[in-house]
């Protein structure tokens, strides 16, 4: 059975860090697509960032130099590092998993069939 746990979501204020995980059971995650997409409050899901079974990476725009995406392959475990957080960074993240999809849906979150319960972010200015 398919599971992606994440975890790390906490309170913090502007200009601060965090790093969120997303353990992976029942899935070899450096053989699919893997994301980190969120939800503001009353706004609709959106991609943050992405990593490709080939290693190679997507971001939004609006995390582009702030978030970096990574795994460890050993753990079997996806990270998004967060710096320079931002109020609007605010929102439930969750990560995904999904398999075929083409590079230009790499943050789209209807490509993925596989999700986690989430992992809340606040950030306070």
């Known amino acids: 059975q398919v599971r992606l746990v994440e975890s790390g979501g906490d309170s913090v204020q502007a200009g601060g860090s965090l790093r969120l995980s997303c353990e992976v059971f029942?899935?070899?995650?450096?053989?699919?697509?893997m994301g980190w997409f969120r939800q503001p409050p009353g706004k609709e899901r959106e991609g943050v960032a992405s990593?490709?079974?080939?290693?190679?990476?997507s971001y939004a725009g609006s995390v582009k130099g702030r978030f970096t995406v990574s795994q460890d392959n050993a753990k079997n475990t996806l990270y998004l590092h967060m710096s320079s957080l931002k109020p609007e960074d605010t929102a439930m993240y969750y990560c995904?998993?999904?398999?075929?999809?083409?590079?230009?849906?790499?943050?789209?979150?209807?490509?993925?069939?596989?999700w986690g319960q989430g992992t809340q972010v606040t950030v306070s200015s």
């Open positions: 995904a998993a999904g398999q075929y999809m083409m590079h230009s849906d790499r943050l789209v979150p209807d490509k993925y069939n596989r």
């Open positions: 029942g899935l070899r995650a450096s053989s699919v697509y």
């Open positions: 990593i490709g079974s080939d290693g190679i990476t």
